[in-house]
């Protein structure tokens, strides 16, 4: 049996890594085989399993050292999602789950309310809890967010992986997804790099969506933008990012 050529996608949690890690399958013409580590899951953004081809890809949010440890399958390439942290806090403030303290207090003790109202949770405070969370870290969120964006990031400083920003694949992507195939060592050309691109762009993926029942796909599928958190974050939140970002590696 042939040993697979396995790529690995990773990012902090809603940089774009569901998007990029099926880009990346489909040029790589392989099958999206969902998250490493957990290969017995199916995913939901599986794609290409009839694909007959020497590579397998996976998405993960783990960092470097620790995606050596979650399979025992040997890793191939690795390739890093970054994307600006302050569109990360936009992005999951719509994304993830959060709960007001009156639901955790009723959890605790073993009671549930059928109204939702009760425990809505206002926009701007699930902004607050995502800046919390992408500047210090916070599992209480999600446990992929255990560790911060700078954390995450700096965590693959100076390791064989190849780097790329969300926002140089959704401006550039021709370029972008040209310096994936040199990364991989694949022999294919523009027009098909232009193909690859097209099917995997978020408008034909908005496209079948309607087609799909799955609320957790459709919120991956929320906008696919950059630079929202401009209208949306005050002069302070402003500030402390500006300030955050002027000592990380990867990103100023």
């Known amino acids: 049996m042939m040993t697979k050529k396995n790529i690995i996608v990773t ?30 899951i199916e995913a939901l953004y599986e794609e290409g399993k009839y ?20 399979s025992p399958k040997e890793v191939y390439k690795i390739i890093h999602i970054i994307r600006d942290p302050r569109d990360v806090v936009i992005s999951g403030s719509h994304y993830f789950t959060f709960t007001n303290l009156l639901q955790k207090g009723m959890k605790k003790i073993g009671l549930s309310l059928d109204s939702a109202s009760f425990f809505s949770v206002s926009q701007k405070k699930k902004k607050e809890k995502m800046i919390q969370a992408v500047l210090h870290g916070d599992s209480k969120v999600n446990h992929w ?33 040209a310096k994936i195939a040199a990364y991989l060592q694949l022999d ?22 309607p087609h799909t029942k799955d609320v957790h796909f459709k919120k991956l599928l929320r906008q696919g933008k950059q630079g929202y958190w401009k209208e949306e974050f005050t002069s ?14 990867f990103y100023s």
Request: net charge negative; charged share 30%; with cysteine.
């Open 11 to 40: 990012g902090y949690p809603k940089s774009g890594t569901t998007w990029a890690s099926r880009l990346i399958a489909e040029l790589a013409a392989c099958p999206l085989q969902g998250d490493w580590g957990f290969e017995h």
């Open 51 to 70: 694909r007959d081809s020497p590579y397998d890809c996976y998405k993960t949010h783990y960092t470097y050292d620790t995606i050596f440890s979650k």
């Open 145 to 177: 967010l255990s560790l911060s964006w700078k954390e995450h990031t700096e965590a693959f400083k100076d390791k064989e992986v190849l780097t790329i920003t969300y926002e140089d694949l959704l401006t550039n992507p021709q370029e972008e997804c």
């Open 188 to 209: 294919i050309d523009i027009s098909y790099i232009d193909q690859c691109i097209q099917k995997q762009s978020f408008e034909k993926k908005k496209k079948e969506m």
């Open 236 to 249: 302070k939140e402003k500030s402390i990012f500006k300030e955050y970002l002027q000592t990380n590696t």
